[in-house]
């Protein structure tokens, strides 16, 4: 016998249990005996609660997997499967949410009172069924199971709220694509693959021309709908395995694996010719601009980390700039090469590009 059921009792006694004032609680019952089903549930339902009933273990667990009931009120004796193997089984099976589980043992069976909560019965009570010290003993486990609920809610709330913030701190949210954070790591993920496959890895640098004069002209509101557009371009240009992102400003982002320098160049003037031929709308008008790129990729010999590769594209787009705009150069071509050749001796060091994190002055412009 428990050693709290002389205690539950008086205390029933003295404040008569009302019936659940929420939406009544669901109890199966569970029980090889027709006549000890019918018995608890005219109870049961005469306190207020909803019940169910299964007569075998296999039943029980069907119905509990269809609609979790609020509680469990479980024989132990029971041909073919036994109550403790039912418990062990709802208790294992964690799609479940916290269901209660009052084991009905015989008064004389510690082994068998023992053996449920091992098998993760919560509660127990003894055969024949003291009614006062079941009702006190249903009562407390639906205020557990009540708790539960809420802090398994809470749980999902902070989830959802942690998932949010997660995208939120990866995404850009003027165009939804990957912010300049998320690049970096995705770089650095991305080129240890590549060098882990022996794969190729491109770099695409992205800069818009004269992006400035847009906002100065049209207002920044204009600006923001020619970036938002720039992005839809990019992402549908893309294939699914590359990423695309704002590094900063009007500066994108492109990161192709498994794409060669040939390729890269030959995808990175397939959309200069398609942001050249766009027309970008907004409130009021219409507009056309160029973009200029940069590309770099790996393998090539002064290109040993991602650093490296984000800095050859930059210095490709930076020539890009410099021979005219809307171009397309790669690292190490020949164009970049002839420039650089060219530039030498009399080249005005380059402008310092800090590291700055958003809104870091986009590279080339
Ligand atoms: P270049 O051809 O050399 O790249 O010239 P540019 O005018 O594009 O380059 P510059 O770096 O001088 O100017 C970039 C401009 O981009 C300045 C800034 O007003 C604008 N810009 C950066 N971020 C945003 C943004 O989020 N929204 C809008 N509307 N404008 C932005
Ligand atoms: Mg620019
Ligand atoms: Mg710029």
């Known amino acids: 016998m428990p050693a709290d059921s002389d205690a539950s009792r008086a205390a029933t006694a003295a404040h008569p249990v009302q019936p659940p004032a929420e939406s009544p609680a669901c109890i199966l019952i569970v029980d090889d005996h027709e006549d000890n089903i019918e018995v608890l549930k005219v109870r049961l339902e005469s306190w207020g609660y909803k019940t169910a009933s299964a007569y075998n273990g296999m039943d029980a667990l069907n119905y509990v997997t269809k609609s979790a009931p609020d509680l469990i ?94 995208y939120m701190s990866q995404t850009d949210a003027l165009t939804g694509l990957d912010n300049r954070r998320q690049l970096n790591e995705r770089i650095d993920e991305m080129f240890a693959h590549a060098k882990r496959l022996e794969e190729p890895f491109s770099l695409v640098m992205v800069d818009l021309d004269k992006f400035k004069s847009v906002n100065d002209t049209y207002g920044h509101q204009a600006g923001d709908e020619v970036l938002k557009q720039l992005a839809l371009i990019l992402k549908d240009e893309a294939r699914e395995i590359d990423r695309v992102g704002r590094y900063g400003g009007e500066e994108f982002m492109l990161l192709l694996p498994g794409a060669e ?69 790669r690292f190490d071509g020949e164009e970049f090469n002839a420039h650089q050749a060219a530039n030498d001796g009399n080249a005005e060091p380059r402008p310092d590009f800090g590291e700055s994190e958003q809104g870091g002055a986009a590279a080339a412009g």
């Open 261 to 329: 320098i040939d390729d890269a160049s030959t995808f990175a003037e397939r959309v200069r010719n398609r942001i050249e031929g766009h027309t970008f709308t907004f409130p009021g008008g219409t507009l056309t601009r160029t973009a200029s790129f940069g590309v770099a990729s790996w393998p090539h010999e002064k290109i040993r980390e991602a650093d490296d590769l984000v800095r050859c594209s930059d210095d490709a787009l930076y020539v890009a700039k410099e021979m005219g705009r809307n171009k397309v150069i």
């Open 73 to 166: 009120l479980l024989d132990v004796m029971m041909p073919e499967m036994s109550g403790i193997e039912v418990a062990r089984r709802i208790k294992g099976n964690h799609d479940l949410p916290f269901i209660p589980i009052i084991m009905q043992t015989a008064l004389d069976s510690t082994e068998d009172k023992v053996e449920g909560l091992e098998a993760g019965a919560d509660d127990y009570i003894t055969k024949p069924i003291d009614f006062a010290e079941l009702k006190a003993r249903l009562r407390s486990m639906l205020r557990i199971k009540r708790l539960q609920d809420a802090l398994e809610e809470r749980e999902k709330e902070l989830l959802e709220v942690n998932e949010r913030l997660r």
